[in-house]
Structure formats: structure tokens, C-alpha cells
């Protein structure tokens, strides 16, 4: 079952411009993960949100945590071409599961027009 | 990709035949991974190892089988390929469980007629 859902499934915007992605989850997590995929590539990982972090920064990437309301945004500020690529969530079991075992949404394909 | 091979890279074969996709990794990791993706489906767990000899099922492990004989080969068996098992496949490694990153390896296209 899929834990993690992007939203929205399609962004397309212009270069410079800023691009925002949101995650919802069902059930309590440890951490979440944002990881990109370029077409016909293996994701990597971008960043980690932990459980009693509400917003973390990595360069151009902001990510925020609400924990009440299972959800998490993902934001690519003054985007480039370069970040045109498929971005995914992802969610461990929580204190209930197993942390071995990631669990990823099925990801907004983002598109930056030059 | 950091330091993680897959092969084949592409392969197509029959239905109800086996096939073996191996993935190799020189980060002496713990943890490794096979994940399918599908359209529509994004990623999903098949099977994971957490060391030499031990694995466990994940969400859509009918049909597959794994092995991992050493801790930088992890091979996933489709034990009779069914049409249904056409997708990428992605080997995936960690360092340990839990709040660890995984890396990912450049996938497999696997296509079953």
C-alpha cells in the first residue's frame, strides 16, 4: 500500500520561477525523505525531514513537516532546467513499523521551460 | 551512482522462463534493495536484505526471490517470468536502517513477452 502521495501529480513552470510539491502520508513516521529521478535514471536522494523537524534547508530546497496533518512540502526556489526530473516522497513505518523498508509515492513530474 | 552496478541493463525474455538480475555494490552497505517501478504505481518494495544471508519480503514479493550470498551481491530471481513482472527494477543500498539515505543504482528494464 502506498504510504506517501505527491501532489500534484504534473507541475510545469518557467525557468526562475518557483516550484512547489506536497506529500501526504497516513500513518506516524520517523522521518521523510525527498528523493529526484531524471528520466531513465535512479533517484537520489535530495533531503531528510525527521519527525520533530518542522522545516529543514539544503541549497535551493526548502522542506517542510506537519506531523498533525501527515504532510510534507517540498520547494524548489528559482528553478533552473537542470531540475526538470520526477521528485518523490518517502516514509518509514513510524515507531509501529519497520524502519528497514521505505515506502515512496508515486512522485510529481516536474517540468521547468527555459 | 554510487558505487552500485546493475545488470543487465535491459533484457527480454519469455514468459515462464527464469531470470536473474544481480546487483553488485562496492559501499560495503548493510542494507540492500529491489524495488519495482510502474507506471501509476511509482516504487515498491520486493525484497530487502539486512546482512549476508538475511532477507525478508516486502509488499509485492509473489514470484520473486532473492539471495545474498555476500554482503556486495544481492540477486533477485523471477523463479517463472509472468507478463505482469515487465517493469524497472532498482537495486537500492543503505548504510543502515531507519533515518538512512539509500542510494540507487541505474535499474534494470526488464520486458516479458
Known amino acids: 500500500s502506498q504510504q506517501g502521495e505527491e501532489d500534484p501529480q504534473a507541475l510545469s513552470i518557467q525557468e526562475g520561477e518557483n516550484a512547489t510539491m506536497n506529500c501526504s502520508y497516513k500513518t506516524s513516521i520517523n522521518n521523510l525523505q525527498w528523493y529526484r529521478q531524471n528520466s531513465g535514471r535512479g533517484l537520489v536522494h535530495l533531503i531528510l525531514?525527521?519527525?520533530?523537524?518542522r522545516e529543514k534547508h539544503s541549497g535551493r530546497l526548502r522542506v517542510t513537516l506537519d506531523t498533525s496533518k501527515k504532510s510534507s512540502s517540498l520547494l524548489i526556489t528559482a528553478s533552473r532546467a537542470a531540475d526538470t526530473a520526477s521528485y518523490f516522497c518517502a516514509t518509514d513505518g513510524g515507531s509501529g513499523g519497520s524502519n528497514y523498508k521505505l515506502t515512496f509515492g508515486k512522485g510529481t513530474l516536474l517540468t521547468v521551460n527555459p | 551512482d554510487a558505487g552500485i552496478t546493475q545488470s543487465p541493463r535491459h533484457k527480454v525474455t519469455e514468459t515462464g522462463t527464469p531470470v536473474t538480475l544481480r546487483c553488485h555494490q562496492t559501499e560495503n552497505h548493510r542494507y540492500m534493495y529491489w524495488y519495482r517501478q510502474d507506471p501509476g504505481h511509482g516504487l515498491r518494495l520486493i525484497h530487502y536484505?539486512?546482512?549476508?544471508?538475511?532477507?525478508d519480503k516486502g509488499e509485492v514479493s509473489d514470484g520473486y526471490s532473492v539471495s545474498r550470498s555476500k554482503t556486495e551481491d544481492f540477486l533477485l530471481t523471477l523463479e517463472s517470468a509472468t507478463s505482469s513482472q515487465t517493469s524497472v527494477y532498482f537495486c537500492?543500498?543503505?548504510?543502515?536502517?531507519?533515518?538512512?539515505?539509500?542510494?540507487f543504482g541505474s535499474g534494470t528494464q526488464l520486458s516479458v513477452l
Open positions: 525531514i525527521r519527525s520533530n523537524e
Open positions: 537500492a543500498i543503505s548504510e543502515s536502517a531507519g533515518d538512512e539515505k539509500l542510494f
Open positions: 536484505s539486512y546482512g549476508v544471508k538475511d532477507t
